[in-house]
Nanobody
Framework: QVRLVESGGGLVQAGGSLRLSCAAS???????IGWFRQAPGKEREFVAS????????YYAESVSGRFTISRDNAKNTFYLQMNSLKPEDTAVYYC????????????????WGQGTQVTVSS
């Protein structure tokens, strides 16, 4: 059973940076890993994903150029570096794992973390 635990969320001013981490257990080296977010009153949306070997990275248009996803399979840890944060980035961020190559929708996610709150003040 895969278990994902996020950390690194918090409160930051607009223009600042945060790095989210996702610690995995249960064997995720062959899974696509991704990050989703959900703001109050909104649906959960795709943020970024990375294939099992790191060869493919994909980003939502709203974060492209500001966020970077990476993985360290040796440490079973995945990261989301978030720069130039905006108030509209405020949400609960979820780490996710999927057997699918692309992870642009919650429907293909097999495992979820519990989420970490990111709040960006203006």
């Amino acid at each position: 059973q895969v278990r994902l635990v996020e950390s690194g969320g918090g409160l930051v001013q607009a223009g600042g940076s945060l790095r989210l981490s996702c610690a995995a257990s249960g064997g995720t080296s062959e899974y696509t890993i991704g990050w989703f977010r959900q703001a109050p009153g909104k649906e959960r949306e795709f943020v970024a994903s990375i294939t099992w070997n790191g060869g493919g990275t994909y980003y939502a248009e709203s974060v492209s150029g500001r966020f970077t996803i990476s993985r360290d399979n040796a440490k079973n840890t995945f990261y989301l570096q978030m720069n130039s944060l905006k108030p509209e980035d405020t949400a609960v961020y979820y780490c996710a794992a999927s057997g699918a190559y692309r992870m642009s929708t919650p429907w293909v996610v097999g495992f979820w973390g519990q989420g970490t709150q990111v709040t960006v003040s203006s």
